[in-house]
């Protein structure tokens, strides 16, 4: 059985043989919700990298300690991307943020586009992006992943071409797309783009195109916005090699 993921921030200087007490919420979780056992496997991280593995030495209401037998760092994949995702109703959005986080991704960032159902007004912002970052959170350790994708405010269509540049290459998934996913060779810090239900406009495509984005296509047919991202994320991940290996 693989053992469970818990995060905390009060891992720095961290060392095997040591003992932590996990608590707060994580450790109230452990102890409550899993009900984690003396002698069972656990794993902590910061969300920036760290991995402690030890055993559960103690079992208390609301925290659990832990006998540290290993302290790892571990690398960032070269190919680090981003979900770039359009608003949607019902909770299709939540659906492709889950989803994109267990596949790996580093950061989410929603989008309020022309044609978004949904619509985050002032008094939902906060809500919305808190909401999107607890579903991350949660997905992050159910897929034991060290590092934690950053949830960012809401983004206008304007605001997200300004972001354009910050990125190694910027895809836009578009049907009527002329390139397929396939066609552009891409590396380093890759964002993935989004479309609401009705899809992108054509003005919307045109900014982000101007901006450096790249159409893409992901063949035949059109895939559910919840759905759209994940398939072009597992094409992306699996053609770069990540699965190759279960490290």
Request: hydrophobic letters at 45%; glycine letters at 8%; charged letters at 20%.
């Amino acid at each position: 059985m693989v053992a469970p993921l818990f995060y905390s921030s009060d891992l720095s200087n961290i060392k095997a043989g040591e003992i932590f007490r996990l608590a707060g919420d994580e450790g109230k979780h452990a102890a409550n919700v899993r009900r984690m056992r003396i002698g069972e496997a656990i794993q902590l991280t910061d969300g920036l990298g760290l991995r402690v593995q030890g055993l559960v030495s103690s079992v208390e209401p609301g925290a659990v300690s832990v006998v540290v037998s290993s302290v790892n760092r571990e690398a960032r994949s070269a190919l680090q991307f981003t979900l770039v995702q359009a608003l949607a109703k019902g909770d299709r959005d939540e659906l492709a943020v889950q989803a994109a986080t267990e596949l790996g991704a580093t950061g989410i960032v929603p989008w309020q586009a022309s044609r978004s159902v949904s619509r985050w007004d002032d008094a939902k912002k906060a809500k919305g992006q808190q909401r999107w970052q607890s579903i991350a959170t949660e997905a992050a350790k159910q897929s034991l992943r060290v590092y934690l994708p950053n949830v960012s405010t809401i983004l206008s269509t304007s605001e997200l071409a300004k972001t354009v540049s910050s990125f190694d290459a910027v895809l836009v998934l578009d049907p009527t797309a002329e390139k397929s996913i396939v066609t552009p060779s891409i590396s380093g810090r890759v964002a993935i783009v989004v479309g609401p239900e009705g899809g992108i406009s054509k003005e919307e495509l045109a900014l982000l195109e101007d901006a450096g984005a790249i159409r893409v296509h992901l063949g035949a047919g059109i895939l559910r916005t919840s759905t759209a991202g994940l398939a072009a994320i597992s094409y992306l991940v699996g053609s770069s090699g990540q699965w190759d290996t279960a490290e």
